[in-house]
C-alpha cells in the first residue's frame, strides 16, 4: 500500500478525518496541513486502519 493510500480506513474512520479536517480549516490551518493533522489524531484516536478480531492480543487474566 502506497504512503497516503487511506483505502485501509473504515467509513467511520474517515468521516472523522474530515470532520476534523473542517475543524483546523475554520480556525485558519491551511488545507493540506488540516488534512495530515486530522488523519494523525485519527490514527493516534484508533492505531491505524481496519482491525482484524483474530490475531489480536488478549488481556492477561
Given amino acids: 500500500m502506497p504512503q497516503g493510500d487511506k ?7 474517515k468521516r472523522q478525518a474530515e470532520h476534523i479536517e473542517e475543524s483546523y480549516e ?3 490551518v491551511s488545507e493540506e496541513e488540516a488534512e495530515k493533522r486530522a488523519w ?3 490514527n ?3 492505531g491505524g486502519g481496519k482491525k482484524s478480531g483474530s490475531g ?3 488481556a492477561d487474566k
Fill in 26 to 28: 475554520k480556525r485558519g
Fill in 44 to 46: 493516534k484516536q484508533d
Fill in 7 to 13: 483505502s485501509a480506513y473504515t467509513d467511520k474512520q
Fill in 40 to 42: 494523525a489524531t485519527v
Fill in 56 to 58: 489480536r492480543k488478549k
